[in-house]
């Protein structure tokens, strides 16, 4: 378990940038000749400041994250994509593209050469020394940069659509109405429950959390709660029981419910029953991934925690 909460704090870390897009080089006498960048050349600036040119879409897709597996998959991009990392379990359907690796960090890089891949798609969870060894073999790497808010987001679904050769529009459309829809039913609300969301609990008197500047922080917030691990200082903390009785929180989340954890567990911690969650049974399991993996289901992620904190609004 504790392998698997280091896969997973490596996987969520954000940074502050956003990838930003350049467009397409256009005919001009000052142009480098034809022959060298196609007027019909796809060029993009990456998440680490590269130029990254593709003289068509990609037609074979290596991708080194879940999250860039499943924005591959929500933009269409499904006959394209040859291969994926160890961890992408989303789709299903994916599970049954080879693996290149991915478990610590580690990757094989003589399976992604073997595959033959126009494009690697990779994320911030990888390294730019991998990106580096893979272009220094002659493959074409582009960096996708974690989004810091949802918008963000949608410009990174739009990225791998150029990427690839899709139009994102009916997805992106669909995402930003189901958005709206909750911006619109949180913004009267004048009531915001404190919430306490557990990532890790290996050690029950110190479990990790969000905190500020993470996915989970921004999306409690979006959906009508205040995080307790806003408060603190660092992205993914550990925080103390001391501190989580003194926040009260009145709805505890379980984000470690994927490896097992349960309500009960929680709510038989010693020093745990003094906490309102607690003692109203407000203690619920959520699928983290919705959460942690910056990609089009953290609209779903949205729409869950808007429900739990708010039932009579979100039905």
């Known amino acids: 378990m504790e392998n698997k909460m280091l896969c997973k704090i490596s996987f969520l870390t954000v940074l502050l940038a956003l990838v930003m897009t350049a467009c397409a080089p256009q005919a001009s006498p000052l142009a480098a000749p ?35 597996t499943e924005i591959l998959y929500a933009v269409g991009a499904v006959e394209q994509v040859i291969g994926r990392d160890e961890f992408s379990d989303y789709p299903e359907e994916a599970k049954a593209l080879p ?126 709660g205040f995080n307790i691990g806003n408060e603190l200082t660092d992205p993914y903390p550990q925080i103390s029981l001391e501190q989580i009785v003194v926040s009260n929180p009145s709805i505890i989340l379980l984000g470690d419910s994927m490896w097992g954890m349960t309500a009960e567990a929680v709510a038989a911690r010693p020093g745990w029953e003094t906490i309102e969650a607690v003692k109203s049974n407000q203690i619920f399991p959520i699928d983290d991934n919705l959460i942690s993996r910056p990609g089009p289901r953290l609209v779903d992620g949205l729409e869950q925690l808007a429900k739990l904190l708010h039932p009579g609004v979100f039905p």
């Open 34 to 68: 034809a022959a060298t960048v196609p007027s019909a050349a796809i060029t993009l600036i990456d998440g680490l400041g590269r130029s990254v040119v593709m003289n068509e879409p990609a037609k074979r897709v290596v991708s080194l994250a879940p999250s860039n």
């Open 99 to 224: 693996s290149v690796g991915g478990s610590m960090g580690e990757y094989s890089v003589e399976t992604i050469v073997s595959l033959h891949p126009d494009l690697v798609l990779a994320a911030e969870i990888n390294s730019p020394e991998l990106v580096k060894q893979l272009e220094d073999l002659g493959l074409t790497v582009y960096y996708l940069k974690n989004p810091t808010t949802l918008e963000e987001m949608y410009l990174n679904l739009e990225i791998v659509a150029q990427l690839t050769g899709e139009d994102p529009t009916k997805l992106t459309d669909s995402l930003k109405a189901r958005v709206d829809e909750v911006d619109q039913k949180i913004a009267p609300l004048s009531a915001r429950p404190a919430v306490f969301y557990e990532i890790d609990a290996t050690d029950a008197a110190k479990p990790y959390t969000y905190g500020p500047g993470t996915f989970g922080d921004l999306l409690i917030a979006r959906a009508g």
